[in-house]
C-alpha cells in the first residue's frame, strides 16, 4: 500500500507569508487567515493566536477541504 504523505505540516515561519482574512469577518479576530506558502502549501492560522503559530496543508488536502465545505 503505497503510504500517504501527512495532510498538513507545521509552517516554521509564518510572518514571512502574504495572510488573508476574509472580508466575512469583518473586525472581529474571531476567524482563520490563509496563505500560499512559496512550496505550492496552503497555511492557516488562528487570529485569536497567532502566536501558536499555523498549519500547511497540501494542494490537494486543500481542496478537499474547499469541496467539503463548500
Not at 499555523?54 to 481542496?63: G, R
Amino acid at each position: 500500500m503505497p503510504r500517504r504523505s501527512r495532510p498538513f505540516v507545521s509552517v516554521t515561519e509564518p510572518e514571512s507569508l502574504d495572510w488573508h482574512k476574509s472580508t466575512y469577518s469583518g473586525t472581529s479576530n474571531a476567524c482563520l487567515e490563509h496563505a500560499a506558502t512559496p512550496a505550492g502549501r496552503h497555511a492557516v492560522r488562528d487570529t485569536k493566536d497567532r502566536a501558536r503559530g499555523a498549519l500547511a496543508f497540501s494542494p490537494e488536502s486543500w481542496t478537499r477541504f474547499l469541496r467539503a465545505v463548500a
